[in-house]
């Protein structure tokens, strides 16, 4: 039973809040029975189990964790056993898409109306930092991710106006940008074509996860039909 914070365990879970540890040691964690079951449900065992009440003291376990509400459980896990799986022919490509829930949202979009991969840019949130993980609900364990450069072609970019309507253009790859800067020229002339989802008038633009949403769910809806 580990009794003291200064434990080697609970140690590294502090380290692995920091991104930079956790591209050095090619860690994460993830807090939460669901979330570790999830994983094990694909074959992929953590690294170290801590578990409230029977290896680590509550208290303890509640003082490293990044939730408002502590789990009972915290497993830490190796990037590397993340890529194991073939990506599918369509997805979504993310660049610059710094918000971690937004991240972590999409790689659960990705799982529900896929399959699908995540294609993710430099400067991407860390898909594997606290808030990315919680937002995926165990869909980090199932969703493929790859390099943005990596995706499959055509690339279909989302632009809130002045693309052709979405339920007329196919591609492999949507192409999503952060909120507020969207997608730079530079990213917009490599695609092959621009699609716009239909708002109501007056309505600026969706949040980049809701464009991810109905840009597989339309995909999937063609399929479903074909």
């Not at 730079?184 to 464009?211: H, K, Q, Y």
Request: glycine share 8%.
């Amino acid at each position: 039973m580990i009794t003291s914070a200064d434990n080697k365990s609970l140690k590294l879970v502090r380290r692995l809040a920091s991104a930079r540890q956790r591209d050095k040691l090619g860690l994460f964690v993830c807090e939460g029975e669901d979330i570790v079951a999830a994983a094990r449900a694909e074959g992929i065992e953590p690294v170290e189990v801590l578990v409230a009440g029977e290896n680590v003291e509550p208290r303890l376990l509640a003082d490293v964790s990044t939730l408002a509400h502590p789990p009972r459980m915290i497993g830490i896990f190796r990037r590397t056993d993340l890529e194991r799986r073939d990506a599918p022919p369509t997805g979504l490509g993310l660049w610059r898409v710094g918000d971690p829930g937004n991240v972590g949202s999409l790689i659960r979009t990705a799982d529900s109306l896929g399959p699908a991969f995540v294609a993710l840019s430099d400067a991407c949130s860390d898909p594997t930092g606290p808030k990315a993980v919680r937002a995926s609900m165990g869909a980090l364990f199932r969703v493929p991710l790859i390099e943005f450069d990596d995706a499959p072609r055509p690339w279909i970019a989302l632009v809130p106006r002045g693309g052709e309507d979405l339920a007329d253009v196919d591609g492999a790859t949507f192409v999503l940008g952060a909120e507020r800067e969207g997608l730079p020229d530079e990213v917009l002339a490599r695609c092959d074509a621009l699609a716009t989802i239909r708002l109501a008038e007056g309505a600026e633009s969706l949040n980049v996860a809701a464009a991810g949403a109905i840009a597989l769910y339309e995909r999937a809806r063609r399929r479903s039909t074909a």
